[in-house]
Each structure stands twice: as structure tokens, then as C-alpha cells.
């Protein structure tokens, strides 16, 4: 009998070890989870929210998925034992601090990652005595996650060199294909290939009655509006560029070769799809969501400005080399080359979903934002946010007719991944959707769609020895940067550590001058401030690259990256600036278009600052949406009925462009031009047929003021922006009375724009 009861005594001490170790887990990470609701509470009364949200998120991803502070902050009531989203709730996510908080902020996060880290520590050696070793790899991991460079955690780990720090073998071909795609991209982008002007029928737009010119190169054909011939060509470049980038990249070969058909109006667009309107099952439904098709095997479509089309024919090579037929990998890998070749995006083969209501929240101008360092924003909050979202085993299902904003960035970013990963997983992903869909009837519900990737996933582990799941484990932990080597491979600059000193002083004396101007206010954003940071380094280490081509631009030998120069085409760039002078340099920005758009720009909404001395950068780009005013439109300048207009501008100002458009029409050898004529539309592109765009000045007397046109497609931002059309008069405005008539076609008929100022 007694020992019977010693017997039960020690089942009872046996069953109540796991008890005991659950509770000083929860105990744990309750700890952990109080210091960072401390400080994500201090960010958000400072002014940071959105740096506050990745935190509460961070709480209930790693370490209490129940935690009723980061819930009640995310906007969450528990309903029984679930909880729900808070009806009408909306997180704030607009920057409003001020930069010492932020730098504080920023020193106050880094020691908070050092105590997380030594907190998990403490727990590895505690689980090492008591010999359970998957618990001890478990924190000494998660130390790795909050401090990069702990040798303990390394050498318990078992881990190798890998890039600078250490990591695992699958680590190391993450990094290794990282850095071979960004090599052969940032090589490639140097490379010219040769490009004609060809004579070549195209059956498809002689149906259409379309006039088009052609261009050919080595392995593509591409046809397009005749004024755009220099556009057409750099396109050819792109693609020929893209299919050196895809060879390496994909594991299999394939011969890609194309003929493409790209115009800018998508009036021409619609023309070509009624004119084959019997190869169309919903035409109708193709003419309003839409922007590109193929049709007898040639991929037509709507580009609207150059980036665009450079955009559609790198995608294009992109999906050719994959062979992805499901929508949602095909988009994906389209998006997954363009993002890595011009970390830009123009162009949506399937377009977004509509916005209903007559109002759009900052989220929902993020899907449509052409930088994909915003796109890379999103992707890391939904991937600590995963639980409940898009599951990896449900891109296969994916239809053209409901592609969510959600769905379009879990396609791209889980593609971005698994590319880098082994190309052939997405490959038997696509196959095995394309099986699945051949031998049921497509899913008709999220629920149906769950069950049937549940289903999927289990053929496709099987087959390939790696769950779906899995992967989107391993898509999880590269978005969030789980280890050093992930991290390394991302090199993301922390948006705290983006806010530089006196930013919202300038933030002030910009809106100041928007307001004058009649423009909307802008917010600033430590998130949009990451590449300003890199840029205005850049240009504070190499003093002499100075002037408009050396100021917008990252030279690879110089300490610049491929994406780096990219951001520097259209940042806005100062040197020698103090805030104190900042009216005056805004003042002298309006004789120079690309910076003048900066100042007017209804489409602008948030903007990216930052100042390293007398060196100031900002972001223009990233933060463009819908206008915040009901009233905001486009905007021409000089206004209707502005006086004291300047006369002329200096042709080094304004730069290279500018000369290679006065060379192209005789008068290279000029040092001043008329002040420049805008019409500033914003967005990423300009509405409409841009060739139908005609500007005509005239002197108060009558008399013609001669010039021609620049448009949006260059890669310098002083002549150059998204949404910009300017009208360069090749000698100085005659002083008084100057009457100009804008005029060019959109959908709705025939437009026209007329103002009358007064010069200096």
C-alpha cells in the first residue's frame, strides 16, 4: 500500500514537470512581452505610431498570442474565446513626432533588443542543465533574432559563416542566390544591346487599324506609338536585361522570345480588344479591369509613360521564363523581377480591386504605391500577422476576377522568397494547382479554398519533400528577418533609425509653401525616410558627385547599390541646405519643374526627410494616393493670373535632359531658356494619350513663344517627375502678358486648360 501511493506520489510529480515548465514559459514570456508593450506604448504617445503597431504585433507573434494589451491597441475585444476586430476602428499610421523623440526612441529599442536577448539567454542555459536541448536551440535562436553577433548563441547553434554573420546551410543558398540575382541585375543594368527600327506587319493591330512603328532586338519584337521610338527602345534593353537576369535565376533553361505590342493610350488599348472581341469570352469585363492581354500569342497592352512599358516587358520575359500558369504565381513572379530590377512598379496585369466610398485610408494607397519599399512595408506586416490571412497553399487558386490587394502581395512576396529558395518549389506549386483545378471544380469560398490547399498540400509535400506550409513558415520568418542571415539579406535601414534632426521643422516650412501654393498638407514618414537616409550618406561621403546628373544617381564603385540608384532618379536632393534658408530654397525650386512638382503635387500625401548636415534628401515618390481634398486636381503653373513671374532659367539647372532636348531641336549651345510651363497631374503617370498633350504660348501682343514638350520619362528629377508635362521655351518669356493653352485627350473627350500671367 505504501508503495502503491509512492507510485502514484511520483506519477503525479512526473505529470506536473510539464505543468510547471508551461507555467514558467507563460511566465516567460508574459516578461517579454511587458517590456515591449512598454516601449510600443511609448512610441505611439511620442508620435510613432506605426513603429508601435510592429511591436504590439511582435508581442502577439512570438510571445502571447492572447495578450490583452497589444490586442486592446491593435483594435481587438475578445468575443468567448476569440477575438474580434473592433467595429469602425482605425490604427492610426502618420508619423507626428518629433526627431529627438525618434533618435531617442531608436537608442531606447536597441537596449531593449539587448535585454530580450539576454533574457532568452538565461532561459537556453536553464533548459541546457536540465538537458532539454530543443528548448535550449529554441531561445538561443531567439536570441539571434533580437542581436545579431551573440558567439554563444552562434556556436550553440552550430552555425556557419554566412555573409558576415552565420546562419544555417539553407541560410547560406538564401544568401548565395540573393547576391547573385542583385549582382547579374546591378551588371546588366550597364549592358546595351543592340535595338532597330524595323518594318514588320503585325496582323493583330492592322485588324485593329492601328498605326504603330517596331523596334527588334535579339529575341524580341515590339510594337508601339511612333513618337515613342527612343521609350520602345530602352524598352528592349530592359527585356533583353531581364532574360540574362532570368537564365541565372531560374534553374531551367528556356529560349524566351516575344513579340509585344504596347501603346500609351488606353483608348488604343480598348481598340485592339474590340476589334478581336471574338477571341474575348467577357469583353466587357476585360475593357474596364484590364491593362494587358494576349492575343495570337502578341502581348498587347496599356503602358501610359515609359516606366511603365519598360515595367510591362520585364514582367513579361519574367512570366515567359517561369511558365507559371496560375493567375496568382504569375503575377507574382512578374511583380518579383520587376520589384528586383527597379524596385519600381507601374504596371497591374490584373487591375486592383476598386475602392468603394468616395474616401481611401493610407493602407489602401499603399497597395497602389509604385515603390517597393512600401510593397516590402506591407509584406512584413502581414507576415506577423499571418494567422487567419493567406495561406501559401491558396495561391494556386487565386482568380483574375477577385485579386484582393491582400492576395497581390502575398503572391509577389511569397514568390520573392521561394525564388530564392529553389525556383522549381514554385514551379510544382503551379503544376500542382493546374492538376487540382483540371480534376475538381474550383473553389467557391475562403472556407472551400482553405480546405482545398489543406488537401494540395499534402500531394505536394509528398512530391516534394517540403510542405507548403513549411515554406509559408520560412516566408514568415524572411519578411520579419528571424535570423542574421535573413536579415543580411533584407539590410533594411530601421525606420526609427531614418528620423535625422529638425525633420519636422522642415516638414513645416514644406507645408508652408504647399499651402501658398494652394496644395494639399503633407505627413512625413520614418518608414518613407530609410532610402533618404542611404542617399544623403552616399552623397555626404562622395563630395564631388554634385550637379543634376551626379546628385540623382548611386554609383555602384562609389559605394552606391543598384535600388539605391533607382531612389536617387526621383528623390529631390539639396546640398548646402539649412533649414533656416528653406524658404528660399523652395523658392528656387519653382524654376526647376521636377522639384516645383514637389511644392504643388495634390497626389503627394506623405513624404520621406532626412538631413545629414547641410545634405537633404526627400522621398516623392513612395507616399503618392488619392488627393486629400475633393477640390485637389491638376495644376498648371505659372496660375491664372499670377504676377512677377520670372523670365528664364539657367539650362545648368535644370540639366542633362534639358540639353539632350535642345541639341535634338538645333540650339544645344544654349546656356538660359524660357522659365519652364507645368502641368502637374501627380500619381504615377499622365493621364490619357500624353501625345496628344500641346502646349501654345503666346505673347500678350499675340505673338508665339516657341518650345517643346518634356514628358515623365526621364531619370533625373529636375526635368523629370510622375504626373509632369513640361513646356521648355527656348528663349526668355517676354516681360508682361504671357497666355498659354494647354490642350490633350482623355476618355471623356477633348481637354483644354487656359492661364494669363505677368512677367517680371
Known amino acids: ?164 554573420v552565420t546562419g544555417t546551410g539553407l541560410e547560406q543558398t538564401l544568401y548565395d542566390r540573393s547576391k547573385m540575382i542583385e549582382k547579374v541585375v546591378a551588371e546588366q543594368a550597364k549592358v546595351q544591346y543592340g535595338v532597330e527600327k524595323v518594318e514588320k506587319e503585325c496582323a493583330v493591330l492592322k485588324r485593329a487599324q492601328v498605326p504603330y512603328i517596331s523596334v527588334k532586338s535579339e529575341h524580341f519584337l515590339l510594337h508601339g506609338d511612333e513618337a515613342e521610338l527612343e521609350n520602345l527602345k530602352e524598352a528592349l534593353q530592359w527585356a533583353e536585361r531581364a532574360r540574362v537576369v532570368c537564365a541565372e535565376a531560374f534553374p531551367w533553361q528556356v ?72 493567375p496568382g504565381l504569375g503575377e507574382g513572379i512578374g511583380h518579383t523581377f520587376v520589384g528586383m530590377i527597379f524596385n519600381n512598379n507601374r504596371l497591374f496585369s490584373v487591375d486592383t480591386k476598386k475602392q468603394e466610398g468616395t474616401t481611401t485610408t493610407e493602407e489602401d494607397n499603399e497597395y497602389t504605391s509604385p515603390d517597393f519599399d512600401v510593397w516590402k512595408n506591407l509584406a512584413l506586416e502581414m507576415a506577423w500577422t499571418m494567422t487567419g490571412g493567406i495561406a501559401a497553399s491558396e495561391i494556386p487558386f487565386v482568380e483574375v476576377g477577385s485579386f ?19 525556383p522549381n518549389l514554385l514551379r510544382q506549386l503551379d503544376r500542382a494547382g493546374l492538376e487540382d483545378l483540371a480534376q475538381k471544380d474550383r473553389p467557391r469560398s475562403l472556407g472551400q479554398r482553405k480546405q482545398r490547399g489543406e488537401q494540395l498540400d499534402a500531394a505536394y509535400s509528398k512530391k516534394v519533400g517540403v510542405s507548403i506550409a513549411q515554406l509559408d513558415k520560412e516566408w514568415e520568418d524572411f519578411w520579419t528577418e528571424a535570423t542574421p542571415v535573413l536579415a543580411a539579406i533584407r539590410n533594411n535601414t530601421p525606420p526609427l533609425a531614418s528620423v535625422s534632426k529638425g525633420v519636422e521643422k522642415w516638414l513645416k516650412a514644406l507645408n508652408a509653401a504647399r499651402t501658398k501654393l494652394g496644395a494639399t498638407e503633407c505627413n512625413w514618414s520614418s518608414n518613407l525616410s530609410a532610402r533618404c537616409k542611404e542617399h544623403a550618406e552616399y552623397l555626404k561621403t562622395n563630395k564631388k558627385e554634385r550637379g543634376p546628373a551626379a546628385e540623382h544617381r548611386q554609383l ?49 500625401r506623405t513624404v520621406g526627410i532626412y538631413t545629414d548636415g547641410d545634405i537633404f534628401v526627400m522621398n516623392v515618390i513612395s507616399g503618392i494616393g488619392t488627393p486629400r481634398s475633393k477640390k485637389s486636381g491638376y495644376s498648371p503653373y505659372p496660375r491664372n493670373a499670377a504676377r512677377g513671374v520670372p523670365t528664364e532659367a539657367k539650362v545648368a539647372d535644370l540639366g542633362p535632359e534639358l540639353v539632350e532636348l535642345l541639341e535634338k531641336h538645333g540650339k544645344g549651345k544654349k546656356k538660359t531658356v524660357g522659365f519652364p510651363l507645368t502641368i502637374h497631374f501627380g500619381g504615377t503617370q499622365i493621364p490619357g494619350d500624353k501625345h496628344s498633350y500641346k502646349c501654345r504660348a503666346r505673347s500678350g501682343r499675340g505673338e508665339p513663344i516657341e518650345g517643346a514638350i518634356l514628358f515623365d520619362d526621364g531619370k533625373i528629377r529636375n526635368t523629370s517627375s510622375p504626373g509632369l508635362i513640361t513646356f521648355i521655351p527656348f528663349e526668355p518669356l517676354p516681360r508682361g502678358e504671357v497666355e498659354v493653352t494647354w490642350t490633350w485627350k482623355l476618355d471623356s473627350g477633348d481637354k483644354s486648360l487656359k492661364t494669363k500671367f505677368t512677367t517680371k
Not at 492572447?66 to 474565446?81: E, H, I, Q, T, Y
Not at 488606353?266 to 476585360?286: F, G, M, R, V
Not at 520573392?416 to 529558395?421: E, K, N, S
Not at 533607382?566 to 528623390?571: E, N, R
Open 255 to 326: 529560349n524566351v522570345t516575344g513579340e509585344y505590342a504596347f501603346f500609351t493610350s488606353k483608348d488604343t488599348y480598348k481598340q485592339i480588344l474590340k476589334a478581336h472581341a471574338d477571341k474575348i469570352p467577357n469583353l466587357e469585363w476585360a475593357l474596364e479591369h484590364t491593362s494587358t492581354r494576349t492575343l495570337d500569342n502578341i502581348r498587347v497592352g496599356a503602358t501610359g509613360g515609359a516606366q511603365t512599358l519598360f515595367d510591362a516587358c520585364v514582367r513579361n520575359v519574367a512570366r515567359g521564363h517561369s511558365g507559371f500558369i496560375r
Open 556 to 604: 555602384v564603385d562609389l559605394g552606391g547599390t543598384h535600388l539605391g540608384n533607382m531612389f536617387a532618379q526621383m528623390a529631390v536632393v539639396e546640398t548646402g541646405a539649412k533649414v533656416g534658408k528653406a524658404k528660399k530654397i523652395f523658392e528656387r525650386w519653382m524654376t526647376i519643374p521636377g522639384y516645383r512638382d514637389a511644392l504643388i503635387n495634390h497626389t503627394l
Open 1 to 164: 500500500m505504501i508503495q502503491r501511493i509512492l507510485s502514484l506520489g511520483a506519477l503525479a510529480l512526473f505529470l506536473a514537470c510539464p505543468l510547471v515548465a508551461q507555467d514558467d514559459d507563460a511566465k516567460f514570456n508574459e516578461s517579454q512581452a511587458k517590456k515591449i508593450n512598454a516601449f510600443a506604448d511609448k512610441a505611439f504617445k511620442k508620435g510613432f505610431p506605426r513603429a508601435a503597431r510592429l511591436e504590439w504585433l511582435k508581442v502577439l507573434k512570438l510571445y502571447d498570442f492572447d495578450n490583452a494589451v497589444a490586442r486592446d491597441k491593435l483594435g481587438f475585444d475578445k468575443s468567448g474565446r476569440v477575438w474580434v476586430a473592433r467595429p469602425n476602428f482605425k490604427y492610426p499610421l502618420e508619423d507626428t513626432g518629433e526627431s529627438k523623440d525618434g533618435r531617442s526612441l531608436f537608442s531606447a529599442y536597441e537596449k531593449l533588443k539587448k535585454q530580450l536577448a539576454a533574457a532568452h539567454k538565461s532561459e537556453a542555459k536553464k533548459w541546457a542543465k536540465a538537458e532539454r536541448r530543443d528548448k535550449e536551440l529554441f531561445h538561443y535562436g531567439m536570441v539571434l533574432r533580437w542581436v545579431r553577433d551573440d558567439t554563444e548563441a552562434q556556436n550553440a547553434l552550430e552555425h556557419q559563416e554566412v555573409g558576415g
Open 404 to 422: 484582393t490587394n491582400e492576395e497581390r502581395i502575398k503572391c509577389w512576396s511569397f514568390c520573392d522568397y521561394v525564388m530564392r529558395r529553389d
